[in-house]
């Protein structure tokens, strides 16, 4: 590659079409060409200049349009091979992510987990390609969008033969004596051109600003990307589950405890055939359990001063909220939303001793299986110990009880049943529809006695600093989209030379659009209008 | 209301498969160089096609006050509302650019769409709490609407493929066009065979074996050509399956699509043995006249109007409205992702078009395909990956 030396003298650099000097065509390939190539004024590029250290290698590279859409491409195809299968997020939590896709999809399903495309998403190589895009956005947009503005600021009103004829819509009009420009200038303002006048040369010129589109889209984009980046800032990103049960207040994770959430009542409503609009009932009929509303009443309290570990905090109501889904309740950062439900869970279960052989009761009790005593009072002497709990119980290895999880989903106590006669008590251990007594022989028994239910409602607290990034990035995309795509930089020049009347034109696209205007623009004058070159290629 | 809605879609149909024969007529008539009569021809056909609409924005209405929301709530509806934006599309796109032979093209695409609509259920469905939102309305008839000025270019492209592809020898070019037709032709052939038997009211069912080991049953509205893993027949004398297949493929759906290529194969042969020529070669002397240059440009301009709806509507829209209903503006969804894929689609459609030079041929094969992503998202995502969803 070398410079490009114009007739006048000066040095152009490469990748010259129009001598900056003196406007005249240069370059074999343009000189040679019929028709300029238009796309950045013909002006030259960063990434055309120069080709020598590795920067200017990785300039270059990200700055080709040509890498660019195969950046494009490849996420595009990477993108739809995740749908083929589900990604593991969808995948039921309760098998291991191995057997599922085996099980599930068959060879293919194994073969889908062994290339990791199961987390697809989240791999290296889909995050590499989604930041080569964004550092190929900022690189191209910088490559072309200097030489762009200079070139469009520095245009010339009466731009030389050779750049008229090698326009796409080019023509002459011989003209016999005087021809008079007026009206023509005046049917091009009226077409809202703006027109700058060099000794009988005009240059007519209109919606200049959609030149930028493409430059403020992908502003918008590389701002939308550096929204996504930021979720990975601590501080910005909350992204938390809360189970309560109703009448439970709890703290709110991922708050540090400075909120606490109340759930009055969790409600589930489905569509009744009856009492809802008629015309659901045939869709009813196919598939009668469709789902009306989620809905928790809460309450959101915040901390006031500080506390000690283990005291009591006072808690300040802020905030309450029918919380449903698509209606979050909103309060500073934080957004909490109705994800999920448990209906009727295990909540309290009440036993009453009794004689194992009379029958006869000497009290009752009532356990709270989130939050059990140690010790039951029964009164006139009898009372029960509470010596083991397992909220959700099963035989380990050694058939030893365990409990699985915290949640009482199938609780067992072991309890000692103190009684006047039995002052030592008696052991018994009691599950749901068993009892287990190590001495084999007791007397007295811990008879179930009903259970007490209350939904739970899983909320999802969220805070997302980042959708301000997004937010903007994302509005600034649609402003440079349309302003490139609705409007069209359109220009036309009218030269008189020597008896002719020149007329070159030129739009970045549309030209359907712009030989009807300029048609329009020549009615009623005795100019022909210019021919489309590449026509006649064809 | 339920019962004037559905007839005034289907006075719609009706209308637009009538305009289509004027456009049609037009351009016969265009060869005579008879201009006036052309213009008459065509004016009577956007008239009609005018009329039509009007009609189908009145299903549209009524069906919102009978059933309390936009009826845009599921397949029938939604697949409806694009045709309906199809044709709302090529009106705008007629007073632009004033070409009938657009309306040969799109009307037909736009019937054929509404047509396969109406084999999903019909009936209206209540909202379930996710969709309880106005951002329902926004966000899928925004979609709808850039997909179907996206479809417009398929359309162009299609016209454009016809009149360039040289028909006189077989080549690359002339199968894949053909296999674009098929594929239109293969879905009035599913539109016929779900047609007639549904009137039939064929069923039958079998007891089967689902991939947990569980016995299931199935109800096929077609007769049975593959059989469900292990099935039984339970209907007495119905047609029995000529093959079975394991328990991770869906047997109905394979069926059913089975009987679409089936039917279509016949149609098209049926075509091909009448006429004696490639389906593309028939409808060349439609587009004869047609300049090259200026449904490009149509197809060009569909694209740069629809992109920034699409992405409005199908993504920014869709983010709003997934960060109120679902916690996140984006979880990586088949249909998300599909939307991604449609835009990353377009996004190097129009890359390669203002920087690579992409014009003509290669443009409309582009968008042509992107005419395939677009129904893949709209249909298949939900029927074929989201299928396999609900099953698991
Ligand atoms: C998903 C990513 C991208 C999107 C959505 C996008 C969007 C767009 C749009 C809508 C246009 C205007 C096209 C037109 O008006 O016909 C455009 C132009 C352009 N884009 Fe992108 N773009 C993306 C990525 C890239 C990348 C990675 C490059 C880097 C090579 C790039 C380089 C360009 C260039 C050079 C132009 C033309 C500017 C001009 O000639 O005026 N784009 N882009």
Known sequence: MKEVKCECGHINPVGTALCEACGRVVGEEAESSKLLDMRYEASPRRSQNYNRTSVDKIWSFFSSVKVGIWLIVLTLIASALGTIFPQEMYIPPNMPAVDYYEDEYGTLGKLYYQLGFHNLYSSWWYLL?????????????????????????????????????????????????????????????NKRYSIKEENGSILAEKNRFSRWGPYVNHIGLIIFLFG???????????????????????????????????????????????????????????????????????VLYEKKGNTLPGEQPELKQVESHSIQVNKPMKYKDFAFYQTDYKLDEMHKMKFKLIDKKTEESFGKLTVDLYDPKKKYELGSGYSVELLNYFPDFEFGENSEPITKSRIPNNPAFVFNMKTPDKPKGETSFVAIQQTIEPQENNKYKLAFDGIETQNVSGLTIRKDMTLWYLAIGGTIFMIGVIQGAYWNHRRIWVQKKNGQVWIAAHTNKNWFGIKREISSILSGTTLNEPADQLDDKS | MVEISSNLLYIAFVLYLIATFFFAGSIKISKDKEEK?????????IVITLIGF???????????????????????EFTTFFGMMLVAAFIIIYFIYKTSILGVFTLPVA???????????????????????????????????????????????????????????????????????????????????????SLADYESKFNWVDKRGQEAEAAYHMP???????????????????????????AMKLNTFIWSLLAGTILYLLIRLIFRKRVAAILQPLVRKIDLNLVDEI????????????????????????QMAWTRFWGWDPKEVWALVTFLFYAAFLHLRLSKGWHGEKSAWLAVIGFVIIMFNLIAVNLIIAGLHSYA
């Not at chain 2, 493929?161 to 690359?172: A, G, M, P, R």
């Open chain 1, 129 to 189: 390609l989604i930041a080569s895009i964004g550092i190929s956005l900022v690189i191209c947009s910088l490559d072309r969008v200097i030489p762009l503005y200079k070139a469009l600021k520095n245009q010339r009103t009466a731009p030389r033969e050779g750049f008229l004829k090698r326009q796409r819509l080019f023509g002459i009009t011989e003209t016999s004596g005087q021809i008079d420009l007026e009206s023509i200038k005046k049917n091009l303002k």
């Open chain 1, 228 to 298: 996504g980046l930021l979720r990975f800032v601590p501080g910005m990103y909350v992204d938390e589950v809360v189970w309560v049960r109703e009448e439970e207040t709890i703290e709110v994770p991922g708050t540090s405890g400075q909120f606490y959430v109340k759930n009055e009542k969790f409600i589930r409503q489905l569509y009744d055939q009856e009492k809802d609009d008629q015309v659901y009932n045939e869709a009813l009929k196919k598939n009668p359990a469709v789902i009306k509303n989620f809905q928790t009443d809460a």
């Open chain 2, 37 to 45: 009569k052309t213009s008459r021809w065509s004016l009577i056909g």
């Open chain 2, 54 to 76: 009007a009609s189908q924005i009145g299903y549209f209405i009524t069906r919102w006050i009978a059933g309390g929301h936009a009826p845009v709530s599921n397949l029938f």
């Open chain 2, 111 to 197: 019937l054929l769409v509404i047509a396969y609509a109406s084999m999903f259920p019909r009936e209206i469905t209540p909202l379930i709490p996710a969709l309880q939102s106005d951002w329902l309305h926004i966000h899928v008839t925004t979609a709808a609407a850039g997909e179907a000025i996206l479809a417009l270019s398929f359309a162009a492209g299609l016209i454009y493929l016809i009149k360039f592809v040289d028909q006189t020898k077989s080549s690359k070019r002339t199968f894949w066009l053909e296999t674009t037709l098929f594929g239109l032709i293969a879905t009035l052939g599913f539109i016929i065979v779900a047609t007639s038997f």
């Open chain 2, 224 to 250: 049975a050509l593959i059989g469900p893993h292990k099935y039984e027949s339970v209907t007495d004398g119905s047609f029995q399956p000529l093959a079975e297949v394991p328990a991770l493929i869906n």
């Open chain 2, 299 to 322: 197809g060009y301009r569909s694209v740069l109007i629809g992109f920034p709806i699409f992405t409005l509507g199908a993504l920014i829209f869709a983010m709003i409205w997934a």
